[in-house]
């Protein structure tokens, strides 16, 4: 009897023997193609990681580009970049009677005029405060907001630029002056009131020079 079981087991660990190369063969199978797939997993992630950064990398660039052909455009309307000297035709010229006045209207452009806008700043305020009925108000609005561009400080230029336009709207800077406004709201990356002040410009002054840049800065966005 002991000697039939023994002859069993010795059957059935022959039959395992005989199994285990094949059954060993199945699951370096299933190993190697798990293997691939996690490889080419991993391939299209990366594909769509550098895609993704690659898309990223462009937008980037485009609006870089945007913003530089904005301040080009401002530049040419009167509103400088930082640390650039301006054209000394690109003021106006309004003249009053009173000549004090006037010389405090002067000195404050002249001061725009070679390009110290932290200057420009204060005597801008400074005439604005004391003769906020002048007829060269506006202008001085105007300057006042540019300088502000200038030195940066976005916030203070959308301030000034877009009260100027509002109280003045047919004054023949206003549009420039939302179009600044719309170069400092940019700035600030405040894209959704860049457009709607750009399409302000061209609603309410759709002849303006302005109003043309305004067209092209809308096509972009």
Request: net charge negative; proline share 4%; charged share 20%.
């Amino acid at each position: 009897m002991r000697l039939r079981q023994f002859a069993t087991c010795l059957a059935i660990g022959a039959s395992l023997v005989a199994l285990s190369p094949s059954a060993l063969a199945f699951t370096d199978s299933e190993a190697r193609q798990a293997i691939i797939e996690l490889r080419q997993q991993l391939r299209t992630l990366s594909e769509t990681s550098q895609n993704a950064s690659l898309q990223l990398a462009q937008r980037i660039d485009m609006l870089e580009q945007e913003i530089a052909r904005l301040r080009a455009m401002i530049e040419e309307l009167g509103g400088p970049r930082a640390g650039q000297l301006v054209d000394s035709s690109a003021p106006a010229t309004e003249q009053v009677e009173d000549i004090k006045e006037q010389s405090a209207f002067d000195g404050a452009m002249d001061r725009y005029r070679q390009g110290d806008f932290k200057e420009a700043i204060q005597s801008l305020t400074a005439f604005i405060t004391l003769y906020p009925d002048s007829t060269l108000a506006p202008t001085a609005q105007f300057y006042l907001g540019s300088s502000n561009y200038a030195e940066k400080d976005f916030r203070g230029a959308i301030t000034v630029l877009k009260a100027m336009a509002a109280e003045n709207p047919q004054h023949p800077r206003a549009p420039d002056a939302l179009l600044v406004a719309a170069g400092s709201e940019f700035e600030l990356n405040d894209r959704a009131a860049a457009k709607a002040t750009l399409q302000e410009i061209v609603s309410k002054y759709p002849d303006s020079i302005a109003a043309q840049a305004a067209g092209q800065r809308l096509q972009l966005l």
